[in-house]
């Protein structure tokens, strides 16, 4: 949480809320929290806890499925760290609909590799729209039950200007998935593949 740019009133998601910890945080700081929790018990206790904070939607589902904002919105989370790809493919595949911030807790392998975006595939086909950085490391013993590595949180904003229209997403993706193992360089970044792109279409 610490670290996220929240405002007073900002709309955000956090996606398997568990107990609670994020949302409560993020209600301290003035937002509209949507709390997604796939535990039946977990999520009936967030209704109870909230049932009078008009500010907190709880939602029993899967995050993977449960709808999502229309809106401008954020996402704040520390999702199972086993669904975190998939989540990310969910956020971010189709800018049009993506959040314009996410802070998510990965493990800390996961996140650097993707906040090195020229060096995997995944992240590059987002970079034209999103940025991608590693920031606050949070150590395992701040869990429970205390995993086997330590975390950081990864965080994703989206560009002022885009390098490539929206609508132009899938095809980056598919481009990008086609020649990476041939161009792919450290100092070949977001720029210069949407450049590349752009002379082939």
Same mark, same amino acid.
């Given at each position: 949480?610490?670290? =996220?740019?929240?405002?007073? #009133?900002? !709309?955000?998601?956090?996606? #398997? /809320?568990?107990? #609670? ?13 949507? /709390? ?10 967030? *209704?109870?806890?909230? +049932?009078?904070?008009?500010?907190? *939607? ?13 809106? %401008? ?5 520390? %999702? ?6 998939? !989540? ?9 609909? +993506? %959040? ?11 996140? *650097?590799?993707?906040? +090195? ?5 995944? +992240? !590059?086909? @987002?970079?034209? @729209? ?10 395992? *013993? ?26 132009? /997403? ?6 990008? =998935? =086609?020649?990476?193992?041939? @161009? ?7 720029? @210069?593949? =949407? ?7």
């Amino acid at each position: 949480m610490r670290g =996220a740019a929240v405002a007073c #009133g900002d !709309l955000v998601v956090d996606v #398997g /809320a568990g107990h #609670g910890p994020i949302t409560d945080a993020l209600v301290l700081r003035g937002a509209r929290v949507l /709390a997604i929790e796939l535990d039946r018990a977990r999520a009936t206790c967030l *209704r109870e806890r909230y +049932a009078t904070e008009s500010a907190v *939607r709880v939602v029993q589902g899967d995050a993977l499925r449960a709808p999502l904002p229309r809106g %401008p919105y954020s996402v704040v989370a520390n %999702p199972p760290f086993s669904i975190t790809t998939r !989540l990310l493919h969910r956020l971010l595949d189709d800018p049009t609909r +993506a %959040p314009h911030r996410v802070d998510l807790v990965l493990q800390r392998q996961a996140a *650097r590799f993707l906040a +090195a975006t020229a060096t995997d595939p995944v +992240a !590059l086909a @987002w970079s034209p @729209w999103f940025d991608l950085a590693a920031g606050l490391r949070v150590p395992r *013993r701040a869990f429970r039950p205390q995993p086997p590595c330590d975390a950081t949180v990864l965080t994703v904003v989206r560009r002022e200007e885009p390098l490539l229209p929206s609508v132009l /997403a899938p095809r980056f993706a598919a481009f990008v =998935a =086609a020649h990476h193992t041939r @161009w792919a360089a450290p100092d070949r970044g977001a720029r @210069w593949w =949407a450049r590349r792109f752009r002379t082939r279409f």
